[in-house]
DNA sequence: GTGGTCTAGACCACA
DNA sequence: GTGGTCTAGACCACG
């Protein structure tokens, strides 16, 4: 019997610059991967998110769609919304996500001429 | 008396989903970093530019604008565009967008549970 | 829940013989630094504005924007623009404008061999 | 018989982003009524300043010109131009100077309800 | 409804 | 010729 997460306040950081939902997607996501929510966890339902975040009710219901479709939440007429069980999905998330970061920063590298481990040391540099 | 540059055809790649002006200015950005604009080239006009690129001429300006912006380009009026000559600005340019690429990087790996090492291994992972 | 600030009519003077935008962010950033627009308040949206001030929209956006851009302005997708919350950028933009102001008024009393009390004391002369 | 006045190299500071014949009209108003440009002086040639500043003949045609209207050069056919020998209009020009700046400075004051004296404190303000 | 991008085309001052 | 501002009007994603 799974248990309801509850979202901390300030658990989300926003940034008004970019869209919410994409915000969100990110974010719970990274939870995902990271265990914090795990495997069979319920989440909050959508109203419920939605007035404890202050936001669009359909902003929450996008970012949860979106999710649902990378296979990392799975919702069930009227019972609500849950984190995946099929961990073998979650590690594919997870590796994903590496891979994309990795491969964009070593794309920004090479238009600058440098490889990754070279990037890296600049961005170290002292001076 | 500075060469002016010329585009070559297919120099930017171009994502339609994504601000066109934005792309012109990570992809000038980036050439002014790696040396392919050299300092105090002259640029393409504005309207040279907009042409060659299949673009209207207030797109260009707005990303010519904005590396003025970030002391990348100067403009002389009745002159035309050129890579600034201060060197230093252009490598304080390069470096803010190599820390700019890390600690994003870094953040999302530490949104996983992760450090830069470990995310960058789990991307090299095979299966 | 912020309100929603009204231009007054003529509340705006306009030279035109200098960039509208320009006149503009000038004198909002002044409402600003006054307190007319108070930390929090929402602005008048960019159409409301165009049309009130007899402007084109993207005239109005290129003001926004820079002022956004001086961190004196925050604007939330589909929900408006506003005054910043962020009470030490609006002191710090205060400041900048004093100071620059009156640099500039001492290079120009330096240029003919004055001091800026002098200056001041040379505008003060009768006859 | 009147000394012919030479540029020193340097003698003039560009910002590239304001019109070049103001920027020179304001700076040799300004060595006028500082007296480096003493009353009755030839200055150098339109042809030779152009030549000398690596500018267009047009430019310091129009400098000229501007500072002819304002009653400070004289120009006299073949001869050159002289700074006038109406110290009368020199000691005007140099007021209107003051002037100029200090009510510029004033309405800035006002507008972020402050007094000029105000203006000047805030802007010495350590912190 | 909101901000934001883009186009097409006009007009200006500057060099 | 150059950069730069402005208009009129379309279209988009977001909430």
Known sequence: MPSTYVWNPGQF????A???YEQFVEQIRA???KGTLAPGT???SV???AASLRVNPTTVMKAYQELERLDLLVSFRGQGTFVTEDE????RSRKELAITAVRQMEELAASIGLTLKQLIELSEEKE
Chains 1, 2, 3, 4 share one sequence.
Do not use: V
């Open 88 to 91: 073998e999905a979650i590690r």
């Open 18 to 20: 970019r869209p919410l």
């Open 13 to 16: 950081r926003i940034d008004p």
């Open 31 to 33: 939870m995902i991967a």
């Open 47 to 49: 109203r419920e998110t």
């Open 42 to 44: 319920r989440l909050p």
